[in-house]
Nanobody, 117 residues
């Protein structure tokens, strides 16, 4: 599957942003879709994921501020982020994997999110 993330940009602290990830391929609905982020000088970290039936998991750092959703018909997954803070500044990536593998095998190119204080 090929993934294309979009929607990043510059937002003020406290603001909101919605990221989208479009997938190619006919088996999108079978994938677990994840969002990750990597801030400058830091390792990539897990943000959240959504199963093929819509069950979500979030990192503690974003829990309550982020919502992941998917549209299997449109083959898209979204990350809605609210109450953004400067520490949310990072390149955000979407990724796909098949269960039961713990490894995401397909990655999008990343979209930059910058939160100004």
């Amino acid at each position: 599957v090929q993934l294309q993330a979009s929607g990043g940009g510059l937002v003020q602290s406290g603001g909101s942003l919605s990221l989208s990830c479009a997938a190619s391929g006919r088996t999108f609905s079978a994938y677990v879709m994840g969002w990750f982020r990597q801030a400058p000088g830091k390792e990539r970290e897990f943000v959240g994921s959504i199963s093929k039936v819509g069950n979500t998991v979030y990192a503690d750092s974003v829990k309550g501020r982020c919502t992941i959703s998917r549209d299997n018909f449109k083959r898209t997954v979204s990350l809605q982020m609210n109450s953004l803070a400067p520490e949310d500044t990072a390149v955000y990536y979407c990724a796909a994997k098949h269960l039961p593998s713990p490894t995401y095998h397909s990655w999008g190119q990343g979209t930059q999110v910058t939160v100004s204080s």
